[in-house]
């Protein structure tokens, strides 16, 4: 993938680096260097199409970590953090930044990755794990941090104005992404009083759960990501509709409705709606509502159910609104009644065995989301030829994998090797997307009170790039941004 470099500044020692992420959605990895010193932004592991090999031995950080003073962590998509069992082994023992919520948050991912991944076991992961979380510094948001035992190179050919120590430090400062639990955007101010604006992911508009990404006041340099730079969502606010309407057709001829969901964020915002319509259907007592009442609801993930607990913990940081609404609740989102979670694998096994036999009316959850693995993939192989059954993806299903086989209404597939009939019905809901689309990043950008200098488009394919680059050009109040895709 290769590292590529850029000079921020003509008169100072400012570079922004990119070791992975930069024309690719996965892999994040940015360094900003002052004067010699690094900060990492991200540490991510680069999947799918993106993937350099298969072999873990190619996980290995290949640019210089001795420059190193800090990772500052923007959440914990393994994209974005993947890697980072790796920068250890490669000698890093710097401070980890993140949020309180990311903290939490970043055993239960890696755990996950480094059982499924590696096949390490429970204590081969402990130590790794105990070693992380000992360097990790969790920060509250909108704190104002300094990077701790920041050295100031003696090589240093100081300005009149840079001499004073203060003037050497380098401050960061978390503000909400809105994208998952604890996802944040990174302000970091330069010695020279400019401020550079790392995006991470950033959150669509009006989700449910979490507050919509606010603009920084300040961003000279602005480094953003464009996952969705050429797309435009579905409306969030109908969504909940759709799948009222999904979910009571698709119960009126019982069985199953399968969802295959991340194991953050778009989880936790099905189980908020379906939530949202049980209280629904019990508030206005319909009669014919009934079932809603009895249906029940299975969270068949460990790592998601870990995951949500998390949600249920850092509840302050939900939106205002759904703090209000749910303080009026009788019941309590994400940790409804009729939510039944599965743990072991035999318990897992029964309940597929169960539904399958009886067909029985059942919402199932599972990962995962794209249906290239995890539980998911046992209720498919059993449910998939039920005519019943119903299917629900609520998120992107990308090339090659069984999930977009599916959306493109294939009659029959393979799993484990067995030619499986599909006679279930595919629901495609676009709606539950983590990521900003193309309004919600040009409203982002437009929203910094003085356009930034230079504007970097980053975690994109370069198609997308360079189209959501064309769009802010159009724009009057950006045309003095300089663009760098
Ligand atoms: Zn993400």
């Known amino acids: 993938m290769g590292t590529s470099k850029y000079r921020l500044h003509h008169k100072y020692d400012y570079f922004l680096l990119h070791h992975g992420g930069k024309n690719t959605v996965t892999g994040s990895c940015h360094e900003l260097r002052i004067n010699g010193s690094g900060i990492l932004i991200d540490c991510g592991l680069f999947q799918g199409n993106d993937t350099r090999s298969d072999s873990p031995s190619d996980l290995n950080i290949e640019f210089d970590i001795s420059h190193i003073e800090a990772l500052l962590v923007t959440h914990t998509h393994i994209d974005h953090i993947g890697r980072l069992p790796w920068l250890l082994a490669a000698g890093f023992d710097k401070p980890i930044y993140c949020t309180k919520a990311t903290a939490a948050l970043i055993p239960l991912m890696l755990d996950d990755g480094l059982k499924l991944q590696l096949g390490l076991n429970s204590k081969q992961r402990k130590l790794i794990l105990d070693k992380i979380e000992r360097m990790i510094v969790s920060v509250d948001y909108h704190q104002l941090k300094n990077i701790e035992g920041r050295q100031v190179p003696s090589s240093w050919s100081l300005d009149e104005e840079h001499k004073s120590k203060e003037a050497h430090s380098v401050q960061f400062c978390f503000k909400p992404a809105g994208h998952i639990l604890g996802s944040a955007y990174i302000e970091i101010t330069l010695p020279n009083g400019e401020v550079i604006v790392f995006s991470g992911d950033l959150g669509p508009s009006n989700t449910p759960l979490l507050p919509d990404p606010i603009s920084p006041k300040r961003a000279d340099y602005l480094v953003i990501e464009t996952t969705y730079g050429n797309n435009h969502h579905e409306d969030v606010s109908t969504r909940s509709l759709r799948l009222e309407k999904i979910v009571k057709k698709s119960l009126q001829d019982g069985g199953v409705i399968l969802i295959p969901a991340f194991s953050v964020g778009r989880t936790q915002e099905l189980l908020f709606d379906i939530e949202r319509l049980i209280e629904h259907s019990i508030n206005t007592q319909s009669t014919k509502d009934d079932f809603?009442?009895?249906?029940?609801?299975?969270?068949?993930?460990?790592?998601?159910?870990?995951?949500?607990?998390?949600?249920?913990?850092?509840?302050?940081?939900?939106?205002?609104?759904?703090?209000?609404?749910?303080?009026?609740?009788?019941?309590?989102?994400?940790?409804?009644?009729?939510?039944?979670?599965?743990?072991?694998?035999?318990?897992?096994?029964?309940?597929?065995?169960?539904?399958?036999?009886?067909?029985?009316?059942?919402?199932?959850?599972?990962?995962?989301?794209?249906?290239?693995?995890?539980?998911?993939?046992?209720?498919?192989?059993?449910?998939?030829?039920?005519?019943?059954?119903?299917?629900?993806?609520p998120g992107y299903q990308a090339n090659g994998t069984l999930g977009r086989q599916l959306q493109n209404g294939e009659i029959s597939v393979v799993i484990s090797g067995e030619t499986i009939k599909v006679n279930a019905h595919i629901h495609t809901m676009s709606g539950y997307s983590a990521h900003a689309d193309q309004d919600d990043l040009i409203a982002f950008i437009q929203g910094i009170p003085t356009p930034p200098k230079t504007i970097f488009l980053i975690h994109g394919e370069p198609k997308t790039k360079q189209k959501f680059k064309e769009q802010l050009q159009k724009i009057n109040t950006l045309q003095v941004c300089n663009i760098e895709i």
Not at 295 to 312: C, F, G, N, R, W
Not at 315 to 326: I, N, P
Not at 362 to 386: D, E, K, T, W
Request: proline fraction near 5%; hydrophobic fraction near 40%.
């Open 292 to 393: 809603w009442q009895a249906l029940p609801i299975i969270l068949d993930s460990p790592l998601a159910q870990k995951v949500t607990k998390q949600y249920e913990r850092f509840k302050q940081l939900w939106r205002d609104e759904c703090l209000e609404e749910g303080s009026q609740l009788s019941r309590h989102p994400l940790s409804f009644e009729q939510l039944i979670t599965i743990d072991s694998h035999q318990a897992h096994q029964k309940l597929v065995n169960r539904l399958a036999s009886t067909n029985e009316p059942a919402i199932v959850v599972a990962a995962s989301g794209m249906c290239n693995g995890g539980r998911i993939m046992n209720y498919l192989q059993a449910l998939l030829p039920h005519r019943q059954t119903d299917v629900i993806l």
